[in-house]
């Protein structure tokens, strides 16, 4: 019984630090998201939450509202400020937060 509490505790300290060092990786840009996009699902907000989407939605939507395809009140001039492959990588970095 001691081993296996010991595994389990091991287990959940080893998600514990796989889960600090994926939010210390974030690209840059994506914690300026956050200023808007609540982090946490215990927020009730109208602005989406963007941790845990899908990361060619984030992609479709962020290059709708860079090209002025997608009605926005600050997301078009706020997408425009990033590049393509940046606009991949915190879409993915996105997708992997839970």
Same mark, same amino acid.
């Given at each position: &019984? @001691?081993?296996?509490?010991?595994? =389990?505790?091991? =287990? &959940?300290?080893?998600? !514990? +630090? #796989?889960?600090?060092?994926?939010?210390?990786?974030?690209? $840059?840009?994506?914690?300026?998201?956050?200023?808007?996009?609540?982090?946490?699902?215990? +927020?009730?907000?109208?602005? $989406?939450?963007?941790?845990?989407?899908?990361?060619?939605?984030? =992609?479709?939507?962020?290059?709708?509202?860079?090209? !002025?395809?997608? $009605?926005?009140? =600050? &997301?078009?001039?706020?997408? @425009?400020?990033?590049?393509?492959?940046?606009? @991949?990588? #915190?879409?993915?970095?996105?997708?992997?937060?839970?």
């Amino acid at each position: &019984m @001691k081993a296996r509490h010991a595994l =389990v505790t091991a =287990v &959940m300290a080893c998600a !514990g +630090v #796989i889960q600090a060092v994926a939010a210390e990786e974030a690209p $840059p840009g994506a914690a300026s998201c956050t200023g808007c996009h609540a982090a946490s699902v215990n +927020v009730d907000t109208s602005v $989406p939450r963007l941790a845990g989407q899908d990361a060619s939605a984030l =992609v479709s939507a962020m290059q709708a509202f860079r090209g !002025g395809q997608r $009605p926005a009140t =600050v &997301m078009d001039r706020i997408a @425009k400020g990033f590049s393509d492959d940046e606009i @991949k990588a #915190i879409a993915a970095w996105f997708a992997t937060q839970r």
